[in-house]
């Protein structure tokens, strides 16, 4: 295992066949396709993608109006590649854009990882899928 970890931040030569291969060998797979990953990188205000031997091992992506509200998703590493801090590199290069913006995001069992990063519960989150889960136009 490479201890090189490299952060890139746009999405040249991105490949999401392998992007989506290995979410879902990692079991973090949401069910998109290559194309809709592709979209909905493309569609962020940032993205940050973790390498090591040119293997993907990491995501993080955040959405925002760039003024007042950030939302963080995508946040992931591969499972052999766990508390070495690459997460928490992640998500300070995405906070880094951030300055002066309200940044939300949900989790079911990441509590602790986002607490030693500042965040705190802000409770309610409320939910809705509009019509079917990803069968949207993209
Ligand atoms: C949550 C996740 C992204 C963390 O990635 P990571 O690269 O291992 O995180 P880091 O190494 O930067 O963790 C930094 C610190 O966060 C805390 N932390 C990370 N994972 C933790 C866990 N499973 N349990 C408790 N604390 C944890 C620890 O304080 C850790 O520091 P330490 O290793 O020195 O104890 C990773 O476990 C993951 O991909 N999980 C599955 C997907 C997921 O749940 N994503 C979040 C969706 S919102």
């Not at 995001?105 to 990441?110: E, K, N, Q, V």
Request: hydrophobic share 40%.
């Amino acid at each position: 295992m490479s201890n090189e970890v490299k952060y890139q931040t746009t999405l040249e030569n991105v490949d999401w066949q392998h992007m989506k291969s290995t979410l879902a060998a990692d079991c973090f797979d949401n069910g998109r396709t290559p194309r809709q990953l592709r979209e909905s990188f493309k569609n962020s205000y940032a993205t940050v993608i973790a390498y090591a031997d040119e293997r993907i091992i990491g995501t993080a992506r955040v959405l925002s109006d760039g003024i007042c509200n950030a939302y963080i998703v995508d946040v992931w590493t591969l499972t052999k590649y766990r508390r070495r801090g690459i997460a928490t590199t992640m998500i300070k290069m995405l906070l880094a854009k951030l300055e002066g913006q309200h940044v939300y995001l949900f989790t079911d069992d990441a509590i602790e990882f986002y607490e030693q990063l500042g965040f705190k519960p802000q409770p309610i989150g409320l939910a809705l899928v509009v019509g079917q889960w990803l069968r949207g136009n993209a």
